[in-house]
């Protein structure tokens, strides 16, 4: 989601344990638009018989947090995957690791005509 001006986060609808889940670089806990990103997924929800609307918005711990690089959109991309592989014990990255992800994620981009396999990445030192 876009937090104000030029910030990115990921939130998370965990419907099994009926919470959003907010995973933020920044941690912007008191930022007015993400409780409006949780109402408008409420709504939706409701259209679809899901009633959330006394599930809390938690802010995971830890959560990885950036250094004063503007690398939010790497980490929101990299909180994704490692929800996607369920590889979320303590989110094994950090700002340190962001040189090595931006790499290995450009290596992915099939818009340079390079595609290497995730598992090959791993042996290049990717991490989740």
């Known amino acids: 989601m876009h937090v104000g001006m030029n910030h990115w986060a990921l939130l998370v609808i965990h419907i099994k344990e009926k919470e959003f ?3 933020d670089s920044l941690r912007s806990k008191h930022r007015a638009d993400i409780p409006q990103y ?3 997924l409420k709504r939706y929800l409701k259209g679809k018989h899901i009633d959330a609307d006394k599930w809390p918005l938690r802010y995971p711990d830890p ?6 690089r503007d690398d939010c959109e790497i980490f929101t991309c990299k909180y994704m995957e490692c929800l996607a592989r369920r ?9 340190d690791d962001m040189p090595l992800v931006m790499c290995l994620s450009s290596l992915q981009c099939p818009c340079y005509g390079v595609t290497v396999p995730a598992v090959q990445l791993d042996r290049f030192g990717g991490t989740c």
Request: glycine fraction near 4%.
């Open 21 to 23: 889940h907010v995973y």
């Open 38 to 40: 949780v109402e408008e």
């Open 63 to 68: 959560c990885p947090q950036q250094g004063s």
């Open 87 to 95: 590889d979320i014990q303590d989110l094994p990255f950090s700002q």
